[in-house]
């Protein structure tokens, strides 16, 4: 599978983007899509994931109800809405794929294939 991510940018605290992730190859009904950040030192950070089948998506606490996980199974792309976006969401954002797996993957090391990273800037 081969991902591209974009929707990157530089938006002011408060303000909203929508990532998107594009999937060449099959990403199969037991697979999930997720969303990782990295600020430059740091360790490939767990944002969000969603169950390719169901839908079901999962969040890490610091964007619970601030974003929005969603995939289009036909035309094999996620996203990744967020809203009220604050400074700390500075990173640079990968989407990624893992195949399967028996519980809900919210480590890197989990996760086969990855997008090339698009960067996100949030200015206060």
């Known amino acids: 599978v081969q991902l591209q991510a974009s929707g990157g940018g530089l938006v002011q605290a408060g303000g909203s983007l929508t990532l998107s992730c594009a999937a060449s190859?099959?990403?199969?009904?037991?697979?999930?899509m997720g969303w990782f950040r990295q600020i430059s030192g740091k360790e490939r950070e767990f944002v969000a994931a969603?169950?390719?089948?169901?839908?079901?998506?999962y969040y890490a606490d610091s964007v619970k109800g601030r974003f929005a996980i969603s995939r289009d199974n036909a035309k094999n792309t996620g996203d990744l809405q967020m809203n009220s976006l604050k400074p700390e969401d500075t990173a640079v954002y990968y989407c990624?794929?893992?195949?399967?797996?028996?519980?809900?993957?919210?480590?890197?090391?989990?996760?086969?294939?990855w997008g090339q990273g698009t960067l996100v800037t949030v200015s206060s």
């Open positions: 969603i169950q390719w089948r169901s839908g079901a998506s």
């Open positions: 990624a794929v893992a195949r399967s797996f028996g519980t809900v993957p919210r480590n890197y090391i989990h996760y086969n294939f």
């Open positions: 190859g099959s990403i199969f009904s037991n697979n999930y």
